[in-house]
């Protein structure tokens, strides 16, 4: 048998053999599977959603893909491969899972091979934090042989000992309780008394760590009573936890209660005995939000980015297994292999990190959507200041809207004061970030122990380096960025590449000494703090400071507890932290961020303002909030002060529907990228070919009419040299997403880079550098 699948004989005669073949995708951007013989000695192991070896490409390599399906039918034409052999005992990806990354193959334009690939992490796919162990039993008494061997005193030990067990044991483990070598058990196998077999078991790494993780609360929180707002909400979502598919969109304001909602369906439907996946941004996974979950929903599993492969394999192994109840994690939980799914829970649903920047460039929202419709069980996508895309779903029924428009027990928003940075007196001393009205305020604050957190959006020390003689700025060797100087590093960084250099004594360009170090980061902004408020604690929050795991709950722990007093941070600081003593929020610059070129940037902008508001005041103590800007008059700011989001949406999609942009319109970006300008721009050119004529036959097969597909670029992008690639861009428009695929894939059919050039399809855009 071993050697029929080793060396491959006509496929005519194999055929004959098995007569089965099995459809395998590998991790390339494929648009179809490749059909392969199974051999005889793999019939009974080849299945959908296990992997399998086979030889592919030109070489015939042995690559490794998943199997999608196994059938009686023969390929159309061409030669027959055969397996080489089946990687896994049981599929990694069920039914369920397996038609939702068909659709994300399909919805996403990318090769179903690269989806799976993706979606089963690859601890599960390397098995790691498992080993093969060697068990040993008793062989069945008519199997004994005949006569009976003789055997030694340690012998008989290590057999008597392995009967009295009556189960099976790792061979390693017999040896040490019968006190004997290995050597007298592999005797009692060659004897034919005991026999062998091998089976994957999970190393004490993987069982260590989920065992921990899966812990629940010493103390289980008890459930709180609902207010008139929530009540109200819940018996609109309470029927519908077990009535099929139904997606609600619940917009609360910041500590509206929305989290006790989640937790009550999530309650109920555990109690159907059926499973919950909660999704929530990276920065969410502390343990103030975990504990909240824990106790109240059975089992929980906290998917990190911290964990390692052995970790997130044994994670997956018992969500498999349905020993883990509710799944709470970042993007990537949303293809959790849970059993009997019954609630999906998005919360901060507007966030962009639920989107992936590499392929496939899937959003976890609209996948958890799909996965919700596949599997018919309710969908709850939560947010203060949902995304304009499910706003607008909302608004024409495609959800369903459930509000909770209060702070819980009657606490008022707070309220914010709009300081306007082109009219604040010149304050004494050196100019800075705070100003006098903030500065004021923050020491108002803190006289009265309050605390208090001031956002700014922009890491590092000075944002912009530059000559005053000769106008040099400081730039990337491989980016169109400018640097910006870290002080504690004592470097000029780029912050897309990590690029670094030594800061400037004297300018490249010209060689002046004066180089001028502007801009404001929250690096600088420390240490004016520090400066003007020398008998307080002030901590710093940002990527630079948190980059090691566990240090965001060291900084919160230390704020909870009152040792530090100002928190000074990027758009980290500004989610989802419930701090009731924070009683002044200061936002230094609302403005960074409003002009990128992005149309969504007033929706981000608002959206984080409104945000970091909503960590002011949540206690007893109340709060305010000060925002300074230079734009005091811009809707993002104005309705953000009167927490407005239902205005600000309105007016945005307004804006949006004039423009044509999502979500009015779907969007699709390409991107062609090369080291050689040339070569990117000339592919570029030949691209755009492409779409001429795939618009042009599609406007014929609509009945004449044309297309309802528009065509923006070939263009350079925004940032048009990003880590030594030169990118040019399509934006590719359309009213529906039917359209606007069947164009890009007749466009790209017969897309074909030449070497050194690389495009990428990015459907429902979120980064547009
Ligand atoms: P959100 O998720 O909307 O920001 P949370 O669910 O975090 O709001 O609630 C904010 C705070 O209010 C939490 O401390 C929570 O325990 C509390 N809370 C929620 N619902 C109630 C309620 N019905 N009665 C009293 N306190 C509540
Ligand atoms: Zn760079």
Same mark, same amino acid.
């Given at each position: 048998?071993e050697?029929?699948?080793l060396n491959p004989?006509s496929?005519?005669?194999l055929?004959?053999?098995?007569g089965?073949?099995?459809?395998?995708?590998f991790?390339r951007?494929l648009?179809?599977p490749y059909?392969?013989?199974v051999?005889?000695a793999?019939?009974?192991?080849?299945?959908v959603?296990?992997?399998v070896?086979a030889?592919?490409g030109r070489g015939?390599?042995t690559t490794?893909g998943?199997?999608v399906r196994?059938s009686?039918?023969?390929?159309?034409r061409g030669?027959?491969?055969?397996l080489e052999?089946v990687?896994?005992?049981?599929?990694?990806?069920d039914?369920?899972l397996?038609?939702?990354?068909?659709w994300?193959?399909?919805?996403?334009?990318?090769?179903?091979?690269q989806?799976?690939?993706?979606?089963v992490p690859?601890?599960?796919?390397?098995?790691?934090?498992?080993?093969?162990a060697v068990?040993?039993?008793?062989v069945a008494?008519?199997?004994?042989?005949?006569?009976l061997?003789?055997?030694t005193?340690?012998q008989k030990t290590?057999?008597?000992?392995?009967?009295?067990?009556?189960?099976p044991?790792e061979?390693?483990?017999l040896?040490?309780?019968?006190?004997?070598g290995?050597?007298?058990v592999?005797?009692?196998?060659?004897?034919?008394?005991?026999?062998k077999?091998?089976?994957?078991?999970?190393?004490?790494?993987?069982?260590g760590v989920? &065992?921990d993780?899966?812990?629940?609360?010493?103390?289980?929180?008890?459930?709180?009573?609902l207010?008139a707002?929530q009540?109200?909400?819940? &018996?609109?979502l309470s029927p519908?936890?077990?009535?099929?598919f139904?997606?609600f969109?619940?917009?609360?304001?910041?500590g509206?209660?929305?989290t006790?909602i989640?937790?009550?369906?999530?309650?109920?439907v555990?109690?159907?005995?059926k499973e919950?996946i909660?999704?929530?941004?990276?920065?969410?996974l502390?343990?103030q939000?975990?504990e909240?979950?824990?106790?109240?929903?059975?089992t929980?599993?906290i998917?990190h980015?911290?964990?390692?492969?052995a970790?997130?394999?044994?994670?997956?192994?018992?969500?498999?297994t349905?020993?883990?109840?509710?799944?709470v994690g970042a993007?990537?939980?949303?293809?959790?292999?849970?059993?009997?799914?019954g609630?999906?829970i998005?919360?901060?649903?507007?966030?962009?990190t639920?989107?992936?920047?590499?392929?496939?460039?899937?959003h976890?929202?609209d996948?958890?959507v799909?996965r919700?419709r596949?599997?018919?069980i309710p969908?709850?996508?939560?947010?203060?200041?949902?995304?304009l895309e499910s706003w607008?779903?909302?608004?024409?029924?495609?959800y369903?809207l459930?509000e909770l428009?209060?702070?819980?027990e009657s606490?008022p928003?707070?309220?914010v004061?709009?300081v306007?940075?082109?009219?604040?007196p010149k304050p004494?001393?050196?100019?800075?970030?705070i100003?006098p009205?903030?500065?004021?305020a923050m020491?108002?604050t803190?006289?009265e122990?309050?605390q208090?957190i001031l956002l700014l959006?922009r890491r590092?020390f000075?944002?912009?380096?530059?000559?005053?003689?000769c106008g040099h700025?400081?730039q990337?060797?491989?980016?169109?960025?400018a640097?910006?100087?870290?002080r504690t590093?004592?470097a000029?960084?780029?912050?897309y590449?990590g690029?670094?250099?030594?800061?400037?004594?004297?300018?490249?360009g010209?060689g002046?000494?004066?180089v001028?170090?502007?801009g404001?980061?929250?690096e600088?902004l420390?240490?004016?703090?520090?400066?003007?408020?020398p008998?307080h604690?002030?901590?710093?929050m940002?990527?630079?400071?948190m980059?090691k795991?566990g240090?965001h709950?060291?900084?919160?722990?230390a704020?909870?507890?009152?040792?530090?007093?100002?928190?000074?941070g990027?758009?980290m600081?500004?989610?989802g932290?419930?701090f009731?003593n924070v009683?002044?929020v200061?936002v230094?610059?609302a403005d960074?961020?409003?002009?990128?070129?992005d149309?969504?940037s007033?929706?981000?902008?608002?959206?984080l303002?409104?945000?970091?508001?909503?960590r002011?005041?949540r206690?007893?103590?109340?709060?305010?909030v000060?925002?300074q800007?230079?734009?005091p008059?811009?809707?993002?700011?104005?309705?953000a002060?009167a927490?407005d989001?239902g205005a600000?949406a309105?007016q945005?999609?307004a804006?949006r529907k004039?423009?044509?942009?999502?979500?009015?319109e779907?969007?699709?970006?390409?991107?062609v990228r090369?080291?050689?300008?040339d070569a990117?721009?000339?592919f570029?050119?030949?691209?755009?070919?492409?779409?001429q004529?795939?618009?042009?036959?599609?406007?014929?097969?609509?009945d004449g009419?044309?297309a309802?597909?528009?065509l923006?670029?070939?263009?350079?992008?925004p940032?048009?040299?990003l880590?030594?690639?030169?990118?040019?861009?399509?934006?590719?428009q359309?009213?529906?997403s039917?359209v606007?695929h069947e164009v890009l894939r007749?466009?790209l059919?017969?897309a074909?880079?030449?070497?050194?050039?690389?495009f990428?399809?990015?459907?429902?855009?979120?980064s547009?550098?």
């Open positions: 048998m050697t029929l699948a004989a496929p005519g005669l055929d004959a053999a098995t089965l073949y099995a459809d395998i995708v991790d951007p648009d179809h059909t392969y013989a051999p005889a793999l019939t009974g192991k080849v299945g959603g296990k992997r070896e030889p592919f015939g390599k490794s998943f199997c196994v009686t039918n023969p390929p159309a030669e027959v491969k055969e052999r990687l896994d005992d049981d599929a990694l990806v039914d369920h397996m038609k939702l990354t068909r994300m193959a399909d919805y996403y334009l990318c090769g179903w091979g989806v799976l690939h993706a979606v690859a601890g599960v796919r390397e098995n790691a934090g498992t080993r093969q068990f040993v039993e008793p008494k008519d199997e004994l042989p005949n006569p061997p003789t055997i005193a340690a290590a057999l008597d000992r392995l009967k009295k067990e009556n189960r044991l061979l390693g483990q040896a040490r309780l019968a006190k004997c290995p050597a007298v592999g005797a009692l196998i060659k004897k034919r008394l005991v026999k077999f091998t089976e994957r078991v999970e190393s004490s790494e993987g069982r989920a &065992d993780g899966l812990a629940s609360s010493p103390s289980p929180p008890t459930p709180l009573e207010n707002d009540t109200a909400v819940w &018996d609109k519908a936890l077990n009535q099929g139904h997606a969109l619940l917009h609360g304001v910041t509206s209660g929305k006790e989640y937790l009550r369906a999530i309650e109920e555990v109690k159907q005995g919950a909660v999704l929530v941004p990276e920065i969410s502390t343990p939000t975990i909240r979950f824990r106790g109240r929903c059975g929980v599993a998917l980015s911290h964990l390692t492969d970790e997130r394999g044994a994670y997956w192994r018992r969500v498999a349905g020993h883990v109840q509710v799944v993007r990537s939980a949303v293809f959790a292999p849970t059993r009997k799914l609630l999906v998005i919360d901060e649903e507007h966030e962009t639920f989107k992936q920047e590499s392929t496939p460039r899937y976890a929202r996948v958890a799909m919700a596949l599997e018919d969908i709850v996508m939560g947010s203060a200041t949902p995304s607008a779903n909302a608004a024409r029924g495609a369903t459930l428009p209060n702070r819980v606490r928003m707070p309220p004061q709009v306007d940075l082109r009219h604040e004494q001393g050196k100019p800075g970030a100003s009205t903030l500065e004021t020491r108002t803190l006289k122990k309050g208090i959006n590092g000075s944002t912009h380096v530059h000559c005053p003689a700025v400081a990337c060797a491989h980016c169109d960025l640097l910006t100087f870290h590093k004592a000029l960084v780029c912050h590449c690029w670094e250099t030594a800061p400037y004594a004297k300018c490249p010209c002046q000494a004066a001028r170090y502007q404001l980061g929250t600088k420390h240490a004016e703090v520090e400066e003007k408020f008998g604690v002030c901590q710093r940002d990527s630079d400071t980059a795991p240090s709950q060291r900084v919160f722990d704020f909870r507890d009152g040792l530090v007093q100002i928190l000074v990027t758009q600081i500004a989610k932290l419930d009731p009683t002044l200061g230094v610059n960074v961020g409003l002009h990128l070129p149309f969504r007033a929706e981000r902008t608002f959206q303002l409104a945000q970091v508001a909503g002011a005041g206690g007893d103590k109340g709060g305010r000060l925002v800007t230079y734009t008059e811009h809707p993002c700011v104005t309705l002060a927490h989001y600000f309105g945005e999609l804006h004039q423009h044509k942009y999502p979500p009015f779907r969007m699709a970006r390409l991107i090369s080291e050689k300008e990117a721009n000339a570029a050119e030949t691209l755009a070919g492409a779409f004529s795939a618009l042009a036959s599609h406007a014929k097969t609509a009419k044309p309802a597909v528009r923006l670029g070939p263009a350079e992008c940032v048009f040299r880590k030594n690639f030169y990118r040019f861009h399509f934006q590719v359309a009213e529906a039917g606007l007749a466009a059919a017969t074909r880079p030449p070497s050194g050039v690389e990428q399809v990015d459907i429902d855009p979120y547009m550098l």
